[in-house]
């Protein structure tokens, strides 16, 4: 787990400052496809956590910003239904999706650095 958790956290971090570096660079609409890219890292990441059930109990950061990100995608199903609602919500996305990718860095960090540092009854 501690393998992947550094793996993780190094991938995330690398795709983010690629792509910021080079949407300062094209300076066009290149940046959306850091948001995939980088998103879809965060979803399989994100994924794998769940599956594997590593820090996704209630009380863990994880946990809540899985909540986040359920409710959004839900929304986004939604929104196909309803055409301006998936435009609100992609439009709100185009500005929170930074926030969210800095926050999944941060939540990463932490648990590499403070959780797999404790004793392995203590992960639970």
């Known amino acids: 787990m501690k ?3 550094k793996i993780d956290c190094w ?3 690398l795709l983010i400052g690629f792509f ?6 094209k300076l066009d609409h290149s940046f959306l496809y850091g ?9 399989i990441s994100m994924l ?5 059930g590593y820090f996704v109990s ?4 994880r946990y809540y910003y899985q909540a986040i990100i359920m409710i959004l995608l839900a929304s986004l199903l939604i929104g196909w ?5 998936a435009f609100a919500i992609l439009f709100a996305l185009l500005f929170t999706a930074p926030a969210l990718a800095v926050i999944y860095s941060v939540i990463c960090y932490k648990e590499l650095t403070i959780k797999m ?3 392995l009854h203590d992960l639970k």
């Open 3 to 5: 393998t992947f958790k």
């Open 11 to 13: 991938i995330n971090l």
């Open 20 to 25: 910021l570096v080079y949407s300062f660079i």
């Open 35 to 43: 948001y995939c890219i980088v998103g879809s890292w965060q979803i």
């Open 48 to 52: 794998v956590h769940a599956y594997k």
């Open 58 to 61: 209630k009380h863990h950061a």
């Open 81 to 85: 239904i309803i055409y301006p609602v």
């Open 117 to 119: 540092k404790r004793p």
